[in-house]
């Protein structure tokens, strides 16, 4: 699982209040990203980070900010949560070696009513 | 836009080889291909990747042909747990800056 853990696993929320999605990992990788899926899209990138305080866009980004203080947490925020950022969100990291290969959390299931 | 093509579906009987195929005849040299599973509710799970030569790992052997156009998925011997949606995804490997572009992907279903 590349030690990833995403919080919470579960939430409900109403329209127009704050979230904030925590992604944690324990191995001081540097990339981290966070996807949204949905029926019908697949899994669609929100926004990535590089690096402590260094973050990229993705191709959702509109609605989302993020931010990355420390290299082992990555913090997703609604700043005003709508019903169509109903979704699951999955974080994500990269590891490095042959591949750079890419390991998922198992999800944070979010619901705005 | 994901760069390859794949079946919608497939089906496989229980102890048998599953062979998902992918199409992706736009790649370029320095791109590796991925393959990705989910199985419901859950995050999507890493199989394999090469880059031209066959892999093979204790869950599956990837057979990518000599033109790198295409590229299989071998389940060796399909269990009713293997049923999820598969992903086949090509990407440079280049950096972190890259990345996975999820296409539809293949269900597969198991059946005993």
């Known amino acids: 699982d590349a030690g990833i853990t995403q919080s919470p696993r579960h939430k409900v929320t109403e329209t127009g209040t704050p979230v904030t999605l925590r992604c944690h990992q324990t191995?001081?990788?540097?990339?981290m990203y966070w996807y949204r899926q949905d029926p019908g899209h697949g899994l669609r990138l929100i926004h990535y980070?590089?690096?402590?305080?260094?973050?990229d866009k993705g191709e959702v980004s509109d609605g989302y900010s993020v931010s990355r203080s420390k290299t082992e947490d990555f913090l997703l925020t609604l700043e005003s949560a709508t019903s169509s950022q109903t979704s699951v969100y999955f974080c994500?990291?990269?590891?490095?070696?042959?591949?750079?290969?890419?390991?998922f959390g198992e999800g944070s299931w979010l619901t705005v009513v | 836009d994901a760069k390859t093509t794949q079946p919608p579906s497939m089906d496989c009987a229980e102890g048998r080889a599953a062979n998902l195929p992918c199409n992706h005849s736009?790649?370029?040299?320095?791109?590796?291909v991925y393959w990705y599973r989910q199985i419901h509710s859950q995050g999507p799970q890493y199989i394999i990747h090469?880059?031209?030569n066959n892999e093979t790992n204790e869950m599956a052997s990837l057979i990518i042909t000599e033109d790198r156009k295409s590229s299989t998925l071998i389940l060796p011997h399909a269990t009713l747990r293997d049923t999820a949606v598969y992903y086949c995804i090509v990407r440079g490997k280049g950096s972190g800056n890259t990345p996975l572009v999820f296409g539809k992907g293949t269900r597969l279903s198991v059946i005993a």
């Open positions: 090469g880059l031209k």
């Open positions: 191995e001081n990788h540097r990339y």
């Open positions: 994500a990291i990269l590891q490095g070696g042959t591949g750079n290969t890419i390991y």
């Open positions: 736009t790649i370029s040299g320095n791109e590796y």
């Open positions: 980070s590089y690096g402590v305080k260094d973050t």
